[in-house]
């Protein structure tokens, strides 16, 4: 039926964290209940996460898999760092699609006890420190005002799961409202490709004016986005276009029912896709 998202720092209590709510609905209801995640994939972490290439296949394919076993009457619990907004925003339409309610579960811990944590695993089990910072580094922490993020359940390393609040929040809420994609032709279809086409464009544009005069490590503001551009290089408009094309062809298949955010989104996906 549901999903739950997992999310937190490597070695942030993640998977003791799934265990324990696998074990309570299997003891409590009668549905089935499906782990997914680095762990069940075999994924070789020092290996994957040190390649983004790797790293990015591996999210895909946790997604797929998602995607084949969230329905109305199984729990799916995605067990990985899902620390990308941009990735825990794809996982939100796949619920919305399903027209299933969703929740997150964020093991918050200090950079300092995921260290001390990672060092008392099996060496064979164990990030390399190196690795570990950087992903620390990169995390981008669920924030409940997005509806992507919410419900959200913050959960410290003492803490005791409130799994009555989690089992409500997936049984007793009705799921989000379905994407425009799953309705039959929208009123609003044309004006929203029209807007989808021209924000993305002015979005381009505002790059590469800037790049005129601005250098790597700068910050570009974009009009009508909150989001801003990290300039880590000098983009050329091939590869902006490319992007542009694949962020469009995906967006067409799951719209959001707000214009506005285009832009923002399409600030957010840049950012993650241009390194």
């Not at 990308?84 to 027209?99: F, P």
């Not at 601005?214 to 551009?229: F, N």
């Given at each position: 039926m549901p999903l739950i998202v997992m999310c937190g720092y490597p070695c942030s209590g993640k998977t003791r964290r799934a265990e324990e709510l696998k074990n309570y609905f299997e003891q409590n209801t009668d549905r089935k209940v499906y782990v997914v995640g680095d762990g069940t994939m075999g994924v070789e972490k020092n290996t994957v996460y040190a390649d983004s290439q790797k790293e990015k296949n591996v999210r895909g394919s946790l997604k797929a898999e998602v995607e084949r076993r969230v329905n109305k009457d199984d729990i799916v619990i995605?067990?990985?760092?899902?620390?990308?907004?941009?990735?825990?925003?794809?996982?939100?339409?796949?619920?919305?699609?399903?027209?299933?309610p969703h929740c997150l579960v964020y093991c918050l811990t200090s950079a300092e006890v995921s260290s001390q944590w990672n060092a008392t695993r099996d060496p064979a089990e164990q990030f390399t420190q190196e690795i570990l910072d950087a992903l620390v580094l990169r995390y981008e922490a669920p924030d409940s005002r997005n509806r992507w993020d919410s419900p959200l359940f913050t959960i410290q390393k003492e803490d005791t799961l409130p799994f009555e609040v989690i089992s409500d929040a997936i049984f007793k809420r009705k799921a989000p409202p379905p994407n425009q994609s799953t309705q039959s032709q929208p009123l609003s279809s044309t004006n929203f490709l029209y807007e989808l086409d021209k924000i993305t464009q002015d979005v381009l544009m505002a790059i590469l004016n800037a790049?005129?005069?601005?250098?790597?490590?700068?910050?570009?503001?974009?009009?009508?986005?909150?989001?801003?551009?990290e300039l880590t290089r000098s983009f050329n408009m091939a590869e902006l276009r490319k992007l542009r094309r694949?962020?469009?062809?995906?967006?067409?298949?799951?719209?959001t029912e707000n214009i506005g955010q285009i832009a923002n989104m399409f600030v957010q996906y840049l950012n993650k896709s241009l390194h």
């Open positions: 995605l067990d990985s760092l899902n620390y990308i907004k941009g990735y825990r925003y794809e996982l939100y339409c796949i619920i919305r699609h399903t027209q299933t790049q005129k005069t601005s250098v790597p490590g700068d910050i570009i503001a974009v009009q009508g986005a909150t989001e801003k551009i694949q962020f469009i062809s995906y967006t067409k298949m799951h719209p």
